[in-house]
């Protein structure tokens, strides 16, 4: 089978073509090639299928297996898939995902795509639909207590569940005693992805991110794109910023006025190969 490894914002994947190949077990799939040392290693898989709805469809499975509903940098990189191969010429995709269909824009050079604006949607802040246990019309700067911490929380949907939390320095946290806490806190039905956000400017936010089914990861644009939502509604920053992450930077805009936010990065292609079923 053959298979290209991407990443964007080192938030890397293992991409399938299953328009042209079958995968039987994707969930067992997506445990073997995510293996840092005993398989090609990944935060996860990703399979591109035809779709009735859209140009393509992107089916993501986490590093654990789980099914996951949307990845920000996963889509930009199916976007590069599709076009560096031919498989469309358009620069302008539409692509389902267990979220809906987000409308994309490809920017290109010398034939290749080099970075993809993402529609991202529109954040939804009601508890029910994030989905958190709580009570009341939304869940903002509300406080959680995680590992015998109290913590201040902002929950978000971007078609998957977010929990932001601003702190003074990103870098002095120990995600993995922290985020798992989180990701399991029953206030969560369907665990949830965690920010950790410092600001640093009214344009320039911080981010570290622990992952649902994937743990820490170098980046998230759906992250990316909670964090942004929260921070406006919390008067920390201006509606457009300079995300960093430890893999790289995404530029996240929210346009109030349409009530839809929009992400560009970058796409990379890393290597291809071929496994053994």
């Known amino acids: 089978m053959k298979f290209t490894k991407m990443h964007g914002c080192g938030n890397d994947y293992v991409y399938i073509d299953t328009t042209t190949q079958r995968v039987e077990d994707r969930p067992a799939l997506a445990k073997r090639v995510s293996a840092r040392h005993f398989g090609i290693g990944a935060d996860g898989l990703i399979c591109i299928d035809k779709s009735d709805v859209a140009d393509f469809k992107m089916d993501m499975y986490n590093a654990d297996g789980s099914q996951g509903k949307m990845c920000g940098n996963g889509i930009r990189c199916v976007a590069k898939y599709v076009y560096d191969r031919g498989m469309t010429d358009k620069t302008e995709l539409t692509i389902e995902t267990g979220s809906g269909v987000k409308a994309l824009k490809l920017t290109v050079e010398n034939g290749k795509v080099k970075t993809v604006r993402v529609c991202m949607g529109a954040p939804e802040f009601r508890p029910e639909l994030i989905p958190v246990r709580a009570d009341g019309e939304n869940f903002i700067m509300k406080p959680i207590e995680v590992g015998g911490v ?105 346009d109030r006025a349409e009530n839809l936010i929009y992400m560009t990065g970058p796409a990379v292609t890393v290597f291809d190969g071929e496994i053994d079923e």
Do not use: Y
């Open 150 to 254: 109290h913590w201040e929380a902002t929950c978000v949907s971007m078609g998957n569940p977010h929990a932001v939390v601003f702190v003074d320095n990103v870098d002095w946290l120990d995600l993995a005693q922290i985020g798992p806490g989180f990701e399991n806190h029953p206030m969560f039905p369907e665990q949830v992805n965690t920010e950790f956000v410092q600001v640093i400017d009214d344009h320039t936010l911080k981010m570290r991110v622990w992952e649902r089914g994937s743990g820490e990861t170098l980046a998230c644009g759906s992250g990316s794109s909670a964090s942004l939502a929260a921070a406006v509604v919390c008067g920390k920053s201006a509606p457009k910023v300079k995300m960093l992450l430890r893999g790289g930077e995404l530029e996240i805009e929210w």
